[in-house]
Nanobody, 119 residues
Framework: QVQLVESGGGLVQAGGSLRLSCVAS????????MGWYRQAPGKQRELVAV???????NYADAVKGRFTISRDNAKNTVYLQMNSLKPEDTAVYYC?????????????WGQGTQVTVSS
């Protein structure tokens, strides 16, 4: 059974930093794109950053220059380094992985980790 487990969320003051991690497990041989999404109260889930297996990245405009996504393919792990955090970054952050099976590619989501930025 595939599981994605996030960690690293918490409460931080504006201007501070947090590093999120997401580990995928469950007989996985290959993960294509991995990404971070977030959902604030009353808002839709939105893309934060994605990275493919080759290391190419894409960021939401709101986080460019402040957040950095990276991954360790050997560990099936994706990271999100968040610097210069703002109150508007407060949300539940979810990790998603596109797991490649011999018959198809399927997206899996983590359970989310809360990030709260105080002003």
């Amino acid at each position: 059974q595939v599981q994605l487990v996030e960690s690293g969320g918490g409460l931080v003051q504006a201007g501070g930093s947090l590093r999120l991690s997401c580990v995928a497990s469950g007989g996985i041989f290959n993960i294509n794109t991995m990404g971070w999404y977030r959902q604030a109260p009353g808002k839709q889930r939105e893309l934060v950053a994605v990275i493919n297996s080759g290391g190419n990245t894409n960021y939401a405009d709101a986080v460019k220059g402040r957040f950095t996504i990276s991954r360790d393919n050997a560990k099936n792990t994706v990271y999100l380094q968040m610097n210069s955090l703002k109150p508007e970054d407060t949300a539940v952050y979810y990790c998603k992985g596109a797991v490649v099976w011999s018959w198809s590619t399927r997206d899996y989501w983590g359970q989310g980790t809360q990030v709260t930025v105080s002003s």
